[in-house]
């Protein structure tokens, strides 16, 4: 075995500039697009709530123009002030919203909804009621780039507190039972194609309680001011088009696509779909594909694809890597979170042959219960990486973080065991990969995120697709699924 330490990798900002931290790098830098032709320079905000919703979502829109003082703490770097969104800092971007992009829901219609008895058939009725005002504001002259759902707090109760989050700890395939509200609406919505982001009264004011239904003894805890707005309009600014950051890359790299491959149960929770292919360049570009339904492994009994269908849907995945940079990639990199079986190799290595791609890195990641221990009271640090042997390895991708000066997490992080089944690149240079794509999750910029986006985009896409009927078209873009 052999210990050592990973530095830190670094993002791409505005005139190709470069930081450790997202934040800092987008106020000293701008967003990576920043002198693009096609980046937003004006984002139109449409809005749907109840009247008190729609006010206090409206005026925290005005105040992230004005920005946010950091929140008080021994850890500055951890918690930084937000600057605003005047059009010569941040994101150099404006972001608008006015009555025209605004739907009220009556407070006689909200009353209707949360009396309609059972937790399926309300979820259904909210899903249908947000449908009908989304469908509204797309078929106006001027439509907005992002809808913002400003959900009041008695659907809120009603609807996504109603069943218990899924465990990020959980296998994929074990999400099913209640309507996720969550998930339906995004599924209903995306024919619109126009991305929307749930937005909560504890956004725009923070004294707000909603009490949990699951887990009544549990607080929903808020983030400081700040935070809340790096972590939102990040995420706004993403899914109106534009890039706040990307992987930072050498010239003389290879360029690679990453996919990520997982599965997904079905509402009635009785068969088990290919999930999708999330296929993610170094840009963070990501591109969703649906494949065929699994099957059930010999060696392991867990879920697989066939030959034909490891080779359809990695097939499919080039050719949409071909049509966003005219080329076919150098290197693939295949992360999942089970073992790679004999049927999938065979489908995967035909379709990478196929295109005469040189090299591929096929990898099995999990959260491993081997723990490594410090001296003192802070956990590792994350990037501290414990080789195995020459294809296996256990990597912190939580930890004590040297630029925020602390361990910013809440519990005692497990690492990620990396398990190479093709082994294209020296283990070192996918373990370094693999932590830089931890920094890839736009929902947020605090970057010291568990998973690489490949997997941790599955759940969200598996968490919508589920909804979406065989038959009908899904939307490309990972950002109608984040």
Wanted: aromatic share 10%; charged share 25%.
């Amino acid at each position: 075995m052999r210990l050592s330490h990973l530095a830190e990798p670094e993002l791409e900002f505005g005139g190709g500039l470069r930081h450790t931290d997202i934040r800092f790098g987008v106020m000293d830098y701008g967003p990576f697009d920043l002198n693009a032709q096609n980046a937003p320079k004006r984002i139109k905000l449409g809005i749907i709530g109840s009247a008190e919703t729609l006010e206090g979502t409206a005026k925290w829109v005005q105040s992230c123009s004005e920005g946010f003082e950091a929140k008080p703490s021994r850890q500055p770097n951890l918690f930084p002030a937000f600057p605003g969104l005047r059009n010569d800092e941040t994101f150099h971007c404006d972001f608008f919203t006015s009555s025209e992009l605004q739907r009220g829901l009556p407070s006689k219609e909200i009353g209707r909804l949360v009396a309609i008895p059972g937790q399926r058939e309300v979820t259904r009725a909210v899903v249908e009621s947000m449908v009908e005002e989304i469908s509204v504001l797309a078929e106006q002259t001027v439509k907005p780039d992002v809808i913002l759902i400003a959900l009041p707090a008695e659907i809120i109760e009603r609807t996504v507190n109603a069943r218990e989050t899924l465990d990020e700890d959980k296998d994929e395939t074990e999400a099913g039972g209640d309507l996720d509200f969550r998930g339906m609406l995004k599924a209903a919505a995306m024919r619109f194609r126009i991305p929307i982001q749930l937005i909560w009264p504890t956004t725009y004011d923070p004294s707000y309680r909603i009490s949990r239904k699951l887990k009544e003894s549990s607080q929903r805890r808020t983030q400081d001011a700040a935070t809340i707005a790096w972590n939102l309009v990040t995420a706004i600014y993403y899914k109106a088009g534009g890039l706040p950051w990307r992987l930072a890359r050498d010239a003389r790299e290879r360029r690679t696509s990453f996919v990520g491959l997982s599965f997904y149960r079905s509402v009635d929770g009785e068969y088990v779909h290919t999930s999708t292919a999330q296929m993610f360049d170094e840009r963070g570009e990501g591109l969703i594909l649906r494949g065929g339904r699994m099957v059930e492994s010999e060696e392991d009994r867990s879920p697989h694809l066939t030959v034909e269908d490891a080779y359809t849907l990695l097939r499919d995945s080039l050719k949409v890597f071909r049509k966003q940079h005219d080329h076919y990639p150098a290197r693939v990199v295949l992360h999942k979170t089970s073992k790679f079986d004999r049927n999938e190799l065979d489908g995967f290595h035909k379709a990478i042959d196929e295109r005469d791609i040189d090299y591929a890195d096929f990898v099995w990641i999990r959260k491993s219960m081997t723990r490594l221990y410090r001296l003192g009271v802070y956990p590792p640090l994350r990037g501290s990486l414990l080789r195995i042997d020459k294809d296996q390895a256990l990597l912190y991708t939580k930890g004590s973080v040297e630029f925020f000066r602390t361990y910013p997490g809440m519990y005692i992080p497990r690492p990620l065991l990396l398990r190479c089944q093709v082994l294209g690149q020296p283990l070192q240079h996918i373990a370094h990969e693999t932590l830089a794509l931890t920094k890839m999750n736009w929902n947020n910029t605090q970057f010291d995120n568990g998973l690489p986006i490949t997997i941790a985009a599955a759940r969200q896409v598996g968490e919508v697709l589920k909804y979406v009927g065989e038959d009908q078209e899904i939307a490309p873009r990972y950002s109608f699924y984040m």
